[in-house]
């Protein structure tokens, strides 16, 4: 299954508590709860548009922890997309919600809905940095949320958080490794961003949190991308959705409307760098990459081949059988 979504939104809804960083409004851009009405008539947009094609597309409650939501409410939203699913429409319906909120019952009722994936909010493996960030819930109960949503038999995601207050790049790290242990399909990583209206605003006014400065961040996570990438663990999002709630209410930290395609840009340039040496200084050179390649290659406003450029001439060329992410440098005269 691909994972195209048509996304519902029900900001900050049945969280019981009230995370450090979390303003869903802004980061949503949705100020009102959505209404089984809201979801009708979004699934009908949907089909309109997309007649014909929804086949690997789900239907997705995103922004608070929908299995926290008061239960009637939560299944009015469920039974307005019902007659949405199936053949002509939705492959099925993707839900976000928190670890702690997950157990046999709600996993059980579901099924029962037509619900195919779970992504869990982890943010987090370390405790401590849960605690610090006001989470209200551990790194075991993740693993427990886990094993629970795999045996009920859910496509599984996992969700992390990097730069949180009192994180380190090691704790990112580590979060990073115990979530591939756990296996999951799909990963979304987002880098920490301050917001108006949060109790990170409050501890960054008074000096006490740092944000990531963009570098950093795109450094980190062009790393994680790789990590989870090599084993074969999708990154389906990289970056906060650029929205313009967002940006009229943020305050500080590395967000940038196109994140993921610096961090990809930001691996292709360290593997031309290192292949690059093995050539003598000034000998013309190719960069092999896949068709869809080219701009990450080039990098924005092509600052990744002003760089190769200082040290040898280089130009971009295409191979189907280049794998996403991956570059290939070779002497200008050798046909690859």
Not at 47 to 71: P, V
Not at 260 to 287: I, M, N, S, V
Not at 290 to 302: D, E, F, I, L, T
Not at 318 to 331: G, H, I, R
Request: hydrophobic share 40%; net charge neutral; aromatic share 8%.
């Amino acid at each position: 299954m691909g994972h195209a979504n048509i996304s519902v939104f029900v900001p900050h809804i049945g969280c019981p508590h009230q995370c450090s960083f979390c303003n869903q409004r802004s980061i949503s851009g949705q100020q009102t709860a959505p209404t089984p009405q809201t979801v009708r008539a979004t699934c009908e947009e949907a089909i309109r548009l997309r007649a014909g094609k929804l086949r690997d597309t789900e239907l997705a409650f995103f922004g608070g922890s929908f299995t926290a939501i008061e239960r009637g409410y939560m299944i009015s939203l469920l039974e307005a997309a019902q007659s949405f699913l199936g053949e002509g429409g939705f492959a099925g319906i993707r839900i976000s919600t928190r670890p702690d909120a997950v157990d046999e019952e709600i996993l059980h009722l579901l099924q029962q809905y037509g619900v195919t994936a779970i992504e869990l909010g982890v943010q987090s493996m370390s405790d401590r940095v849960l605690r610090a960030n006001g989470r209200g819930h551990t790194a075991q109960d993740v693993v427990q949320a886990v094993d629970r949503i795999r045996q009920a038999g859910f496509e599984l995601g996992l969700q992390m958080m990097t730069g949180l207050y009192e994180s380190t790049v090691e704790d990112d790290w580590n979060t990073a490794q115990q979530i591939a242990a756990l296996s999951p399909k799909t990963v979304r990583i987002y880098p920490t961003i301050t917001i108006r209206g949060t109790e990170l605003e409050n501890l960054y006014r008074r000096g006490l949190y740092r944000p990531m400065e963009l570098e950093q961040a795109v450094e980190e996570c062009s790393g994680l991308l790789r990590f989870f990438t090599e084993r074969e663990i999708q990154v389906i999002r990289l970056g906060l959705h650029a929205q313009e709630s967002l940006m009229q209410d943020y305050v500080a930290g590395p967000y940038h409307p196109a994140f993921r395609e610096l961090c990809e840009g930001r691996l292709y340039l360290k593997q031309a760098l290192c292949q690059a040496e093995r050539f003598p200084q000034g000998t013309p050179l190719w960069l092999w990459v896949a068709p869809n390649a080219v701009s990450k290659m080039a990098g924005q406003r092509r600052c990744n081949l002003e760089v190769l450029r200082r040290r040898n001439p280089v130009k971009i060329r295409t191979k189907v059988d280049v794998k996403p992410l991956q570059v290939v440098v070779t002497a200008a005269d050798i046909e690859r």
